[in-house]
C-alpha cells in the first residue's frame, strides 16, 4: 500500500475514534477546543525545554573553550620554561577538551534546529486552533446536532491530524533533548572529575602546580611580606571567630556522650550525677 | 491532492505527479521491508524533495486532512515502522 498512505491512515483511524466517542457531535467540538489549546501549551513548553538544554550546551561549551584556552597558555608557559613534558601533558588535555567541544557544536546544532521546527510547528498550530474556533462558532450558530455532524466531523478531523503531527514533533524532540541531556551530563562529570582540568575551580592540576613552583619562588618573598601585612591587620578578629568555633565544636561532641552514659545504667544505680541525666 | 510532510505542513500536488510519488514511495517500502537504512533515506529524501518541488504549500490556517503523509526529514527507519502501527509514534 505504500508507506503514505499507511501513515494517513493512521492518523485517520486515530481521529475515528476520537469522533466515535463522542455522543453529541457539539461537544465534540468543545472537547477538541480544549484538547487544541493544550497542546498548544504543551508544544510552548517544549520550545522552552530546547531551549533550556541549549543554553546549558552554550555554557558547557563556553567553560570547555575556557579550559582549551588555558591549557594552551599552560603549554607556551611549560615551553618557554624549557619543560616541553608539561607542555605536551597540557596539549593533551586540550585535545581532549577540543573533542568535547567538536562534540557539544554538533547537539548545539541540532538543538537549535528543533527548537526552530517547534516554534513553526507551534505557529502552524496556532492559526490552525484559530480556524477551528471560527468553524466551530459558525457551525454551533447555523447547524441543528444532525446537519452540523459531516461539517464537524470535516474540522475535526483536519485539526485532529495536525494535533498529531505536533504531538509526535513534541515526543520526537523531548527524545532527542533527554539523550543530549545524558551525554550534557557526562561532560559535566568529565570536567568535574578533573580529567580536562586547570588551575580553575579551586582544583590544582599537577601541570599548574609545578608551572607554578618554579615561577612562583621569585615571587615568594614580595608574597610573604604582602601577607604578613594582611595578617596584621585582621588576625585579631579572626582568632576571635576560631575561639568561638571552637568551643562550640567541643560542646556539641560531648553532648552525645552524656546522653549515652546514663542510658545503659540502670536509673537506681546511677550514681549522684543529676546534671548529666536532665541533659 | 493534499500531502502532508510531518513537522513541515501541508502541500497540494497535482494528480499528475502521483506516479512518481507512488514510484518513490514504493522504494521506501521495499527498503524498510528488507531493512536497507541507505536506501531508506534515500528514498525518504527523494519523496520529500518531489513533495516540494512539485507542490504548493497550503496556508497554516487550512483544516482540511491529507491523503497522503510523510515521516519527517530526519525520521529514522525504526521510527517510520513506529507510525505504521496504531500505537506507535502518533499519538492519539
New interface residues.
Partial sequence: M???????L??????N??LDKMEDPRETLDYSYQRQLELLTKVRRGVADVATSRKRVELQMNQLQQQSNKLEDQARKALGMGREDLARGALERKASAQGQLNDLQAQYAQLQGEEE?LTV?S??LQ??V???RT?KETIKATYTAAEAQTRIN??F???S?E???V???I??AEDKTAQMQARAGAIDELMASGALDDAVGGRRDDIQSELDMISASSDVENELSRLKGEIATSAPKQLEGGANGNSQEAQGAQAPQGQAQPASIPAADRPAEPQDGER | MIVRISGEGQFSIDDAATAELNRLDSELEAAVDRNDEAAFTEALHGLLEQVRARGSALPADTLEPSDLILPPEDASMDEVREMLTEEGLIPG
Avoid at chain 1, 2 to 8: A, I, Q, T
Wanted: no cysteine; aromatic share 6%.
Fill in positions: 505504500g508507506v503514505m498512505k499507511r501513515v494517513s493512521v492518523f485517520k483511524a486515530k481521529a475514534k476520537a521546527k510547528a505557529q502552524r492559526a490552525k484559530d480556524a477551528f468553524r470535516e474540522a478531523t483536519g485539526i491530524e494535533m498529531g503531527d504531538g509526535m514533533a515526543q520526537r
